[in-house]
């Protein structure tokens, strides 16, 4: 079963930015579309972004404008650019294959995540 591991994650100021990466020893879609999720102890993973594999993004609400989610399939590597960053961004944020572009529908395990703290 494919494994992916992030990384990137880290304590940053309000305003700040953050760079996570997303990378797979395999191919990064295999027919899916690719997901960046982040949880916050005591709730559900909440979807943050999508990409397919011919680039269409889709982002949640609370972080469109702000992040940018990439990849590069030659290295078998997803990035998401965290801008602006808020308290509210405080999460570990994981990568996964998804169903579908707006919905809460990953494929596979998941990985350990990363850790993203915003504060002062």
């Known amino acids: 079963q494919v494994q992916f591991v992030e990384s990137g994650g880290g304590l940053v100021q309000p305003g700040g930015s953050l760079r996570l990466s997303c990378v797979t020893s395999g191919s990064l879609f295999n027919g899916y579309i690719m997901a960046w999720y982040r949880q916050v102890p005591g709730k559900q993973r909440e979807l943050v972004a999508t990409?397919?594999?011919?680039?269409?993004?889709n982002y949640a609400d609370s972080v469109q404008g702000r992040f940018t989610i990439s990849t590069d399939n030659a290295q078998n590597t997803m990035y998401l650019q965290m801008n602006s960053l808020k308290p509210e961004d405080t999460a570990v944020y994981y990568c996964?294959?998804?169903?579908?572009?707006?919905?809460?529908?990953?494929?596979?395990?998941w990985g350990q995540g990363t850790q993203v703290t915003v504060s002062s």
């Open positions: 996964i294959r998804n169903f579908d572009g707006t919905q809460y529908s990953p494929v596979g395990s």
């Open positions: 990409i397919t594999r011919g680039g269409v993004t």
